[in-house]
């Protein structure tokens, strides 16, 4: 069974850093396009960043400069540095991607179940 499992949300200061972790696991042949969403209270999820599997990335332009994502193929793993962080920030933050293929079948746009990120003084 495929799971997308996050980590690393927590409380932290208006100009702090955290570090997001997610690790794609079950028996997976290969990953497509990753990436970060975001959702706070009363508001739609948006996108924050994606990651191809070759490295090209794409960001969200109220997190250009600030956050960086990156991946380790090898390990199924998406990053996501987030520095100079703001309370805006706040939300819960999911996992995607795009295209998981399995010995078995292939799983299109497949989420994680989030990890909330709280910025506050």
């Known amino acids: 069974q495929v799971q997308l499992v996050e980590s690393g949300g927590g409380l932290v200061q208006p100009g702090g850093s955290l570090r997001l972790s997610c690790a794609a696991s079950?028996?997976?042949?290969?990953?497509?396009?990753m990436g970060w969403y975001r959702q706070a209270p009363g508001k739609q999820r948006e996108l924050v960043a994606t990651?191809?599997?070759?490295?090209?990335?794409n960001y969200a332009n109220s997190v250009k400069g600030r956050f960086t994502i990156s991946r380790d193929n090898a390990k199924n793993t998406v990053y996501l540095q987030m520095n100079s962080l703001k309370p805006e920030d706040t939300a819960v933050y999911y996992c995607?991607?795009?295209?998981?293929?399995?010995?078995?079948?292939?799983?299109?746009?497949?989420w994680g179940q989030g990890t909330q990120v709280t910025v506050s003084s």
């Open positions: 995607n991607a795009a295209r998981i293929v399995t010995p078995s079948k292939i799983l299109n746009d497949f």
């Open positions: 990651i191809t599997s070759g490295g090209s990335t």
């Open positions: 079950g028996s997976i042949f290969s990953i497509n396009g």
